[in-house]
């Protein structure tokens, strides 16, 4: 938690430009509104994150015309914690007789996910769809990358990391057991990459341990060709539940984003192709995954794409910007955006706007404060 006195002096950069003034102390999170030349602050101590917002109250303009009304303007303050460009990411792996061939080419573009992410921090770690067969089940727990059992994440100085990869996400218990029905032999082919994903979460201080850390934010990837529990029956985890249990877990302390290498709900030619690919073959529209992808602003790509690496290079692009931006409380009018970084960085950073997102080219260093004004 960082406390302190605000005291706004200035900002004075615009259009992406960073040209640092004076500093200001940073900071417990407040409101305050102007109205009429008079003043209420309210200050309340907030973790994570310090942030300040000061909103114009609503009234007419003396310099502009008769009656018009005045725009708010919006100031928001942000510190930039010690979680600076670092990510947790959990690739959830459908391990169901349908998906050899999805594997294999997940495996052959892992390289181009990686080489995106060059600079940041992260933890990869991997699970499964099956949360519920009698032996391959992890129900969430993720998967050791090598023979010992104990390397449990990839980082940016995991040696061997794209064979480690390729050896994991090809997963043994998959391979021919497409015409066997068998519940013990075979994997689960009821997949819940949601469920997993919650399960995934309630592991953070066991089994999960090495893969969540203290507020830095959580991506999840999902490799699947159906929906939960294959076809999104009432009783199937929803999107909304994940935010919920991602919430109650973390309190605002890091951001979700969920993408998805499924079949993109309309996708009739997709459809089609991953259900004949042999006896057996089951694939549905991905609903659940498509809803939480759109509630977190992650992605879909398509599971039928004959090589993945455009799809895992955009989906290194979504989490370099995840890592490098700010959540807004409002989405700004075009052109009114002015940033300030306090103290000013080393070399020049550029920023742009999408939606109520701020996001810099490279994560701002941690103990930067970062100002910004804009209308709505």
């Not at 303009?61 to 303007?73: C, D, F, H, L, Y």
């Not at 792996?93 to 061939?101: F, K, L, R, T, W």
């Not at 068998?182 to 994997?187: E, H, N, R, V």
């Not at 919920?244 to 709900?265: C, D, M, N, Q, Y």
Request: proline share 4%; aromatic share 6%.
């Amino acid at each position: 938690m960082v406390r302190g006195l605000v005291v706004v002096h200035s900002i004075s950069a615009e259009n992406g430009s960073m040209k640092p003034t004076r500093s200001i102390s940073t900071a417990w999170k407040y409101t305050t509104l102007l109205s009429l030349g008079l003043a209420s602050a309210v200050l309340t101590a907030a973790c994570g994150n310090a942030r300040w917002a000061e909103h114009a109250g609503d009234n007419n303009s003396a310099s502009g015309a008769p009656g018009s009304e005045v725009k708010p303007a919006i100031f928001e303050s942000f510190e930039q914690n010690e979680a600076a460009n670092k990510v947790d990411i959990l690739i959830v792996n459908d391990n169901s007789a349908s998906m050899d061939d999805e594997q294999k080419k997940m495996s052959i573009r892992f390289a181009n996910f990686v080489s995106a992410l060059k600079g940041i921090d992260y933890r990869i770690a991997m699970t499964t769809t099956d949360i519920d067969s009698a032996r391959w089940g992890q129900h969430g727990r993720v998967l050791p990358w090598s023979s010992d059992k104990k390397e449990l994440i990839l980082s940016p100085s995991t040696s061997n990391a794209s064979a480690k990869f390729k050896q994991t996400v090809q997963r043994s218990e998959t391979i021919g057991c497409m015409s066997v029905d068998d519940g013990y032999y075979c994997p689960s082919s009821d997949e819940q990459p949601l469920k997993a994903i919650t399960l995934a979460i309630d592991e953070r201080a066991g089994a999960n341990k090495d893969l969540f850390r203290d507020k830095v934010d959580f991506v999840a990837v999902v490799l699947s060709d159906e929906d939960e529990l294959s076809t999104a029956p009432a009783n199937a985890t929803r999107a909304e539940d994940v935010i919920t249990h991602f919430e109650k877990a973390f309190k605002g302390s890091k951001r979700l984003a969920v993408h998805g290498i499924v079949v993109k709900p309309g996708d009739a030619a997709c459809l089609k192709n991953q259900a004949s690919q042999g006896k057996g073959a089951k694939s549905a529209y991905a609903t659940r995954v498509s809803d939480l992808a759109k509630l977190t602003n992650g992605s879909l790509n398509s599971i039928c794409d004959s090589d993945y690496s455009k799809s895992l290079s955009s989906i290194s692009s979504q989490v370099r910007k995840l890592v490098s931006s700010f959540d807004l409380e409002h989405a700004p009018k075009a052109g009114t955006v002015k940033v300030n970084l306090l103290p000013a960085p080393s070399e020049a950073l550029t920023w742009t706007v999408e939606g109520s997102r701020l996001i810099f080219n490279t994560p701002p260093a941690a103990g930067t404060r970062i100002e910004v004004s804009y209308e709505i």
